[in-house]
């Protein structure tokens, strides 16, 4: 199993929850977060020669713990939908995940997700 850890705009997030449904993503978790990402060239620029900060976006942060075989179909799908070629378009984390545990029924692991 792994973890999908992803940083989208806002505007994407109803397109990107109907299509991850879609391919039968197991669970979505939410939440609105403030983000900054990697400054572009001109940015670091300026941070550097006049002290600049760089300001912080609503993004909204996506967590997913999918099966390894379903990674590559989440990956291009949340790309599919966020992309727009403008920085900021965000950034997907992949984390592996030792344990899975459905309270109601005791099941782990991938039974856990399924
Ligand atoms: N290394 C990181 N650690 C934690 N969160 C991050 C990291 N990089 C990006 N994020 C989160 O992802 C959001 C979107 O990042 P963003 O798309 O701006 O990445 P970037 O590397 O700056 O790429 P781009 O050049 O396309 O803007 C950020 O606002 C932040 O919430
Ligand atoms: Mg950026």
Known sequence: MKLVLAFVNPEKIWELKKRL?????????VDQVMGIGKPLARMAEMMERHGAIPKFFPK?????????????EVLSTIQKVCYTGNSGDGK???????????????????????
């Open 92 to 114: 997907v984390f992949v984390l592996p995940v030792e344990e899975a545990v459905r309270i109601r029924t005791n099941e782990r692991g991938e039974a856990a997700i399924q």
């Open 21 to 29: 449904f879609e391919i039968h993503t197991p669970g979505i978790s």
């Open 60 to 72: 909204m942060r996506i967590e997913m713990v999918v099966p390894d075989e379903m990674i590559e």
